[in-house]
């Protein structure tokens, strides 16, 4: 298991911009596929973005192509959400996700992840 701290969420006008940070408590994120997944208000949880563990592949939702970035920089030991023309629907607590992995895929399915954060939320303002 790893604790997973993340940072970055808060408020923000429509068209805006926010960094989000994911960082292993304690432990290096080397070998660990990452993912980012949102649960708004009254909605299930939903995929957002993943990246493997050595940076080569990622997927995004089709909601955020475009305007969301993800990357994982192991000698920093983080993994960042960059998003950009942010809108209101973007709004959501967020949560970091990460697997410890042997291979090199890209994980996009909650069930595939077995060490979440607390999340932080973010509110993009119409």
């Known amino acids: 298991q790893v604790q997973l701290v993340e940072t970055g969420g808060g408020l923000v006008q429509a068209g805006g911009s926010l960094r989000l940070s994911c960082a292993p408590s304690?432990?290096?994120?080397?070998?660990?596929?990452v993912g980012w997944f949102r649960q708004a208000p009254g909605k299930d949880r939903e995929f957002v973005a993943a990246v493997n563990w050595d940076s080569t592949g990622t997927d995004y939702a089709d909601s955020v192509k475009g305007r969301f970035t993800i990357s994982k920089d192991n000698a920093k030991n983080e993994v960042t959400l960059q998003m950009n023309s942010l809108k209101p629907e973007d709004t959501a607590d967020y949560y970091c996700?990460?697997?410890?992995?042997?291979?090199?895929?890209?994980?996009?399915?909650?069930?595939?992840?077995?060490?979440w954060g607390q999340g932080t939320r973010v509110t993009v303002l119409s």
């Open positions: 996700a990460a697997q410890f992995i042997h291979g090199n895929l890209v994980y996009s399915r909650s069930q595939d992840y077995g060490n």
């Open positions: 304690g432990r290096s994120f080397w070998r660990y596929a």
